[in-house]
């Protein structure tokens, strides 16, 4: 009997997971956040913030970039809606990369759109103009402005990526909670959360290894420096404190010539 190529299809399909409000992933754990330096028969020591791991509660994996689209689609629709309905706004973060193309190709079914604030997971510290590099200036070509969104939380332009990431920060508290929603801990709670990921493992602009991932008990938004110009991005715990976490990869590209999927 003929083996049937289960890696070849696993390696040519889609990747979307997703996290639902109430799971643990990147949660930090209470009793042992103490982050200030403590004295024991004087001898110092620091306690440690412990991050639980908590799988998605789903993954699908769907034979193609057009099914993961009109997924894509489809979570955006019902959780907009359902947000208006429940509390008369929605709130919405995405990233750049795969994710902009998919969302591209969507037409609003509903008048959603005038009752949305959007703000950015990560974006890069330059002009939000530069329609090579600033994921705000690409959105707006590729969906926004045809959508009519108005209400967007913009950067504020510069290569400086602490002040970036402050300035974001204060504008995101600066909303009221009507239109972003606060948790018991006083973390943003987004709607929805569309994040992008690597073969490297990075999502959003937090990539392993680095210090930046490992924030997760206080800010919201962190500087990324892994590359020149920096970045900004949400904070592991503020993505996983979305009402809905979607991550996916999905299409071709110059840096993944096999679809996204397949680099994964």
Known sequence: MARR????????????????????????????????????????????????????????????????TDAVHQIVETSAKSAIAARGHFSLAIPGGSVLKVLSTLDPESDWVEKTTLAFVNHKCVPVDDVGSAIEAQAREKFLDRWGLADIVSLGGTDDGTNEASEYEAKLRDLPESKLARDADGFPVFD?????????????????????????????????????????????????????????????????????????
């Open 5 to 68: 190529p289960v890696v070849q299809i696993m390696m040519s399909s889609i990747f979307l997971g997703i996290w639902s409000v109430g799971t643990n992933a990147f949660v930090a754990q209470r009793p042992i956040a103490s982050a200030r330096p403590t004295t024991t028969g004087g001898a110092s020591s620091i306690s440690t913030i412990k991050l639980e791991a908590a799988p998605a509660k789903k993954v699908h994996i769907l034979p193609t970039e057009a099914d993961v």
């Open 192 to 264: 929805l959360a569309l994040v992008g990921v690597g073969d490297d493992g990075h999502i959003g602009s937090l990539y392993p290894n680095r210090g930046e991932i490992d924030v997760v008990d206080g800010p919201w938004i962190v500087p990324a420096f892994m590359k020149d110009p920096p970045s900004i991005s949400l904070t592991l715990p503020v993505m996983q404190r979305a009402r809905s976490t979607v991550i996916s990869a999905a299409g071709k590209s110059p840096k993944y010539p096999n679809g996204k999927a397949s680099a994964m």
